[in-house]
């Protein structure tokens, strides 16, 4: 089941939009029974999505304290009420004179599946679904693959305000961007070779000298990742189970295919320092 609630206008020149200080707006964003019988409507693979208004500004203060508190109440209480996954997403063409943000959430991982497909599987997919238009073009004006990307990251400006909150949340403290004021360890400080650890342990990545703790650890190749997206993955699942055995792939997806630090940590230096 899918549940879309939109703003209704409630005049010619406003809506019902979180920052709007009209008891409409309320009962919308920030009712605990309200969102309470939405989350029970829906089926464990279900979606819900809300038009949350315009961006906060990038100098702003966390929502919370902002005229967007309804917005972080409102996801405050989708959090706790057990919605798996939570996304904001933003788009221009609404017709407003800002960006438009639509907040996605889901009560299942498995449901926001789709919603992580890579270019080519949402153009397939596009292709797929779309009603044939009687000139053979194409219906969507403003969406495509790469537009799906876009809307999978989230903006600069809810990522900045998210982490104003007091105290800050904990996935902001460990890595917020480049900053040239930390050393880094560039690839060169690293080699790859077999592991001590025994027999059969495979090959693993070693310092090649002392690297100080907090230390970048080769920020400029970082972005160079391998990323199995979810039907990849079932993809390869399968094939594994046609062959009966595990196929090379695999044995790299579940090896490696995992994510990494950014900086070097205490159990990094140890690691170090008995290898050496």
């Known amino acids: 089941m899918i549940v879309l609630l939109v703003n209704v206008p409630l005049t010619r020149e406003r809506y019902s939009d979180p920052h709007d200080d009209v008891e409409f707006s309320d009962a919308l964003y920030s009712n605990v029974k309200y969102l309470t019988a939405l989350h029970n409507a829906l089926s464990e693979d279900g979606i819900l999505v809300v038009m949350v208004g315009m961006s906060p500004d990038l100098d702003g203060p966390a929502e919370m304290l902002g005229q967007h508190k ?5 996801i405050d209480h989708m959090s706790k009420l057990g ?3 939570i996304s904001i997403y933003g788009q221009a063409h609404g017709g407003y004179t800002s960006t438009w943000n639509n907040l996605i959430s889901t009560k299942s991982l498995k449901a926001r599946t789709n919603w992580f497909r890579n270019e080519p599987e949402v153009a397939l997919e ?4 779309a009603v044939k238009s009687k000139s053979g073009s194409s219906l ?3 969406f495509d693959g790469a537009t799906m990307q876009f809307f999978q990251v989230p903006s600069k ?7 104003r909150q007091i105290p800050m949340p904990e996935s902001c403290k460990d890595y917020r961007g480049f900053d040239p004021k930390i050393p880094n360890a560039g690839i060169s400080s690293f ?8 027999e059969n342990a495979g090959r693993g990545l070693f310092a090649v000298k002392d ?3 907090g230390s970048f650890t080769s920020i400029e190749t970082s972005t160079r990742f391998v990323f199995f997206p979810a039907f990849t993955f079932r993809l390869v699942t399968a094939m594994e189970a046609i062959a009966d055995r595990m196929v090379p792939v695999d044995i790299y997806m579940h090896g490696y295919g995992y994510q990494s630090q950014y900086h070097v ?3 990094i230096q140890i690691a170090v320092s008995r290898t050496r």
């Open 70 to 74: 309804n917005r972080a109440i409102m």
């Open 83 to 85: 919605f798996k996954s």
């Open 126 to 129: 596009m292709q797929r679904r």
């Open 140 to 142: 969507f004006h403003y």
């Open 157 to 163: 400006r809810f990522e900045t305000t998210h982490c």
């Open 191 to 198: 080699e790859v070779k077999a592991s001590g650890l025994g």
């Open 211 to 213: 690297i100080p703790k």
């Open 265 to 267: 940590s205490c159990w």
